[in-house]
């Protein structure tokens, strides 16, 4: 069974918002939207169905390697060097950066579906890649 | 052509809040005032580029000025340059020029009307886009546009024609014909105006798993009078050429213009590679029967097809690659009607010569001259003879490269010497398909078909471009007799150039390098007479047209496209410092 972090952390994210005053609300909603770290991070079936889901949804522009290269060229983001942290990665898989022909992906994949995603890609990475937000 | 004043401010910003409203903004300094009656685009003036190909009914890009020649192209100058802002994926576009004013688009689906003199902005049209559908589409450029009786006709990425005043820009008619948010694949830009009761555009979709269709619509406010499915729906023939309901996820569709038959009342147009691209059944995917994702010839797949005006009901069709192992599709490549034949270059590499009424191949030969895939068509059988069946999971060599012997930049055909001009493509692949299931370390698209909740690129392979076996990658551009193949004389480049063609009653023709330089040659032997380095690839149009008494010639200018990449991939120390980029840039004698 797959965990379901975001549950968990929406649930802490609400106690917190309840304990804090409504400026302080806010700011914690802005910053803490989500786990500076991937909760997933090394669950080796989280990772097996964040490849399966890659292979799907992903690979069509970030390519087989996750460097990038693809059909569509050698202009998309290689994920082996991600270097956003993983709130970022969650905001941009779900908002997207249409500017940059990344599709916003908010209403097919759920977070629970980016978080094996982000296993994943953790597997892959090269030097300077950074997941763990500071 | 008549310019107008310049908009007040106050009724400007009425345009723009109108515009807006509509979901799109409309941005207008002065008045455009072109004649673009239906009789006009038929019968395209000298001075005039009035279809994608200059003329709807023959897709020779021939310009019958000859102010520049071959005694003084050599003083030809930059006279003015457009640069339309939007540079991601280049510049594909080719411009029309109608009584003065030239109508161009750019990346995704905007529309400029510019003074074909100055190239000073009249107006400006940027559609409101969904922009979920149009950063995840493999087609989100345009080729170009259409004009005609006063509007002009633009498909947008997202799947909508929009019919604009060509006065000023606001919109006529904005109508939703394919479901982009669905089906992903939209439109190209440019379609055919036909006559005042007919505009003829197919969508994009070979790469995805849809119903590809080719529309015939009412000019007048955009609705569909007729819809051709390129994968046979409501055909029991072409089912049959299917296994299963595959026929229902096979893409096809069609992405570039048609040229219009008028005398066998028929539009040409040719049809997009199957879905998914490529299959693990091999030497057995012919047979609709077996195990496959899309068994059989899957017609009308990879396909030139001639359409009835009136009904959209095939006449004839000849398949270029049945049940295409290799992307052959053949909407790349222009339809050429000379005398009472039909002419394409296929993207399989090879040129195909049709009786236009019957589709009787009349005349197939080799212009690639590394192709592997097929020892040739035989006029007697109608078969494609010892085709090449990539195994599942098999490096293979495949030549031409998926990106075309021939690509979907248009050569020219000059009427007065007979040759017909075309750049060839000589590189190959290695192409590895597949397994049943898929696997991830061959996939360069979706494992498996993915339609919901819209659909994903589906291109189960591998392919590494790689040079032809003894050479390396190049390109030529061939003078030909265009029915029997006879050439006149070629030319070789490094680097394959990628423009579309130019050739003048001046005696010249016109190519663009994909190394920056525009090149106006002898049209009777090729000797280089000038050029011209633009600082960027050429992968757009290159046309010719007459505004204030004089003639211009503008190239489409910017590195970019598929092809262009692939290109650059293969070269990367010779065009190190090519970022992608968009311009128009006009030259005339003084």
């Not at chain 2, 450029?141 to 606001?170: F, P």
Request: charged fraction near 20%; proline fraction near 5%; charge should be negative.
């Amino acid at each position: 069974m797959i965990l379901k972090p975001f549950r968990m952390w929406a649930t802490f994210a609400a106690l917190t918002l309840v304990l804090a005053g409504p400026t302080a609300t806010q700011a914690i909603a802005e910053d803490d939207a989500y786990p500076k770290k991937n909760p997933l991070a090394g669950n080796e079936e989280a990772i097996e169905e964040g490849a399966r889901l890659y292979f799907k949804w992903c690979v069509a522009c970030h390519g087989k390697h996750a460097d990038g290269v693809s059909r569509f060229g050698d202009y998309a983001a290689d994920l082996r060097k991600f270097w956003r942290g993983y709130p970022e990665f969650v905001r941009i898989t779900l908002n997207g950066r249409t500017d940059r022909q990344m599709p916003p992906w908010g209403g097919v994949l759920d977070e629970d579906e980016i978080s094996q995603i982000g296993a994943y890609l953790e597997t892959l990475q090269l030097e300077g890649a950074v997941w763990v937000a500071h | 052509m008549n310019l107008g004043q310049v908009i007040p401010i106050a009724r400007s910003v009425q345009v723009a809040v109108v515009a807006t409203a509509l979901g799109a903004f409309t941005a207008t300094t002065a008045f455009a005032d072109p004649e673009s009656n239906a009789s006009r685009i038929r019968n395209c003036p000298d001075s005039d580029w009035c279809h994608y190909h200059r003329t709807v009914d023959k897709g020779w890009r021939y310009s019958p000025l000859a102010q520049i020649n071959k005694s003084n192209v050599h003083e030809l100058r930059p006279a003015w340059i457009f640069q339309p802002g939007h540079q991601r994926m280049g510049n594909h576009v080719t411009p029309l020029v109608i009584d003065g004013v030239m109508f161009a688009t750019s990346n995704p689906s905007t529309v400029w009307a510019i003074d074909a003199a100055t190239g000073d902005r009249i107006w400006s049209f940027v559609p409101e886009m969904d922009q979920a559908v149009v950063s995840r589409s493999f087609f989100a450029h345009t080729r170009g546009l259409s004009v005609g009786d006063g509007r002009v006709y633009m498909g947008t990425a997202d799947g909508r024609m929009i019919a604009l005043d060509a006065h000023n820009g606001e919109v006529l008619w904005d109508v939703q014909i394919v479901d982009s948010a669905k089906e992903t694949a939209g439109f190209s830009g440019a379609g055919t105006f036909v006559s005042s009761d007919l505009f003829v555009i197919g969508q994009n979709g070979g790469e995805y798993p849809i119903e590809g269709k080719i529309f015939g619509l009412d000019p007048n406010n955009g609705d569909v009078k007729w819809t051709f499915y390129t994968t046979g729906r409501g055909d029991d023939a072409a089912l049959a050429t299917w296994g299963g309901d595959s026929w229902k996820y096979g893409g096809g569709g069609s992405w570039q213009p048609a040229t219009i038959d008028f005398a066998n009342n028929q539009a040409i147009f040719g049809t997009g590679n199957p879905n998914p691209d490529y299959d693990y059944c091999g030497d057995q995917c012919r047979d609709p029967n077996v195990d496959a994702h899309r068994p059989g010839d899957n017609l009308y797949t990879s396909s030139t097809v001639a359409l009835d005006l009136d009904t959209g009901k095939l006449n004839w069709y000849f398949q270029e690659a049945p049940s295409d192992p290799y992307d052959y599709d053949s909407s790349p490549g222009e339809f050429m009607i000379i005398d009472d034949k039909v002419v394409h270059p296929g993207k399989n590499g090879f040129m195909h010569v049709f009786d236009s009424k019957t589709g009787q191949p009349v005349n197939v030969y080799a212009a690639q001259k590394t192709q592997n895939w097929t020892t040739g068509f035989n006029l007697e059988t109608g078969e494609w003879e010892n085709m090449l069946w990539p195994k599942a999971g098999e490096k293979t060599l495949v030549c031409p490269a998926i990106d075309g012997g021939h690509s979907w930049n248009p050569g020219t055909y000059n009427p007065n010497n007979g040759l017909f001009y075309r750049t060839i493509q000589e590189w190959c692949m290695w192409l590895t398909i597949a397994p049943k299931g898929g696997a991830d370390y061959i996939t360069a698209g979706t494992e498996t078909r993915t339609t919901e909740p819209f659909a994903q690129a589906f291109m189960a392979a591998e392919w590494i471009g790689t040079a032809p076996p003894g050479d390396t990658t190049h390109g030529y551009i061939t003078a030909r007799d265009p029915v029997s193949g006879e050439i006149a004389w070629e030319k070789r480049y490094d680097i394959i150039p990628h423009s579309t063609l130019l050739s003048t009653a001046g005696g010249l023709l016109f190519n663009g390098t994909t190394d920056g330089y525009l090149e106006a040659m002898d049209a009777d032997n090729g000797g280089l007479l000038w050029s011209f380095n633009n600082g960027s690839g050429h992968h757009g149009g290159i046309i010719s047209y007459k505004a204030g008494g004089k003639q211009f010639i503008l190239a489409a200018t910017g590195h970019g496209s598929y092809v262009g990449r692939a290109v650059e991939s293969l070269n990367k120390d010779k065009m190190v410092n090519f970022q992608e980029s968009a311009a128009f840039v006009a030259y005339s004698l003084d």
